[in-house]
């Protein structure tokens, strides 16, 4: 079992920049991929980034490239996200999700490969 927790979100006008935790705790001594997504009010739960266990595989969605950078530290049991020139669009709930995945560049995208869930955390950007 892995437990995460989510911090780092807030109230930032459009432009601005956060950056989110995930902090894991548990089974953390296994390999596990890390994956963000964010709901926004209305719509469905959609994928931002994801890294490898190693970190030397990331990943992310159109949406975001180039502005979202995804880290981990392992030795902390912590993955960031790191967003900047946050849009008003980019206003949602973050989830932070884990999956036990031993290969290098293992990595996932879809929220039914993930096991475990953080509670989340809430990013709003104001025009």
């Known amino acids: 079992q892995v437990q995460l927790v989510e911090s780092g979100g807030g109230l930032v006008q459009a432009g601005g920049s956060l950056r989110l935790s995930c902090a894991a705790s548990g089974r953390t001594s296994s390999s596990y991929a890390v994956g963000w997504f964010r709901q926004a009010p209305g719509k469905e739960r959609e994928f931002a980034a994801a890294?490898?266990?190693?970190?030397?595989?990331?990943h992310y969605a159109d949406s975001v490239k180039g502005r979202f950078t995804i880290s981990r530290d392992n030795a902390k049991n912590t993955v960031y996200l790191h967003m900047n020139s946050l849009k008003p669009e980019d206003t949602a709930v973050y989830y932070c999700a884990a999956k036990y995945a031993s290969g290098t560049y293992s990595l996932y995208w879809r929220p039914r490969d993930y096991d475990y869930w953080g509670q989340g955390t809430q990013v709003t950007v104001s025009s």
């Open positions: 890294i490898s266990w190693t970190g030397l595989s990331t």
